[in-house]
């Protein structure tokens, strides 16, 4: 059963750069595809990036162009490198399967965009 643990969130400046990571306990290179999540408060989880076993990727209109996801089967981590970012990223980051696995959700990272 594969667990996700999340680092690289922080305190940035608008315009500024982060890269998330997400660590599998187990191996992730049967899941078709993983996932970015963001969630604000009172607000519902939204999948931000996804990239497929193969390496195609998908994102939201909000961070296409600016967020870019890679997956290393190898290390079973998924990474996102987050650039140019904007006050309305401020959220906490999560990832997992696309669809989700419920049993994988691990502690998010908190990203605070804000100067």
């Known amino acids: 059963q594969v667990q996700l643990v999340e680092s690289g969130g922080g305190l940035v400046q608008p315009g500024g750069s982060l890269r998330l990571s997400c660590a599998a306990s187990?191996?992730?290179?049967?899941?078709?595809?993983m996932g970015w999540y963001r969630q604000v408060p009172g607000k519902q989880r939204e999948l931000v990036a996804a990239?497929?076993?193969?390496?195609?990727?998908n994102y939201a209109d909000s961070v296409k162009g600016r967020f870019t996801i890679s997956r290393d089967n190898a290390k079973n981590t998924v990474y996102l490198q987050m650039n140019s970012l904007k006050p309305e990223d401020t959220a906490v980051y999560y990832c997992?399967?696309?669809?989700?696995?419920?049993?994988?959700w691990g502690q998010g990272t908190q990203v605070t965009v804000s100067s």
């Open positions: 187990g191996s992730i290179s049967s899941i078709v595809a």
């Open positions: 990239i497929t076993r193969s390496g195609n990727t």
């Open positions: 997992n399967a696309v669809p989700i696995i419920r049993s994988a």
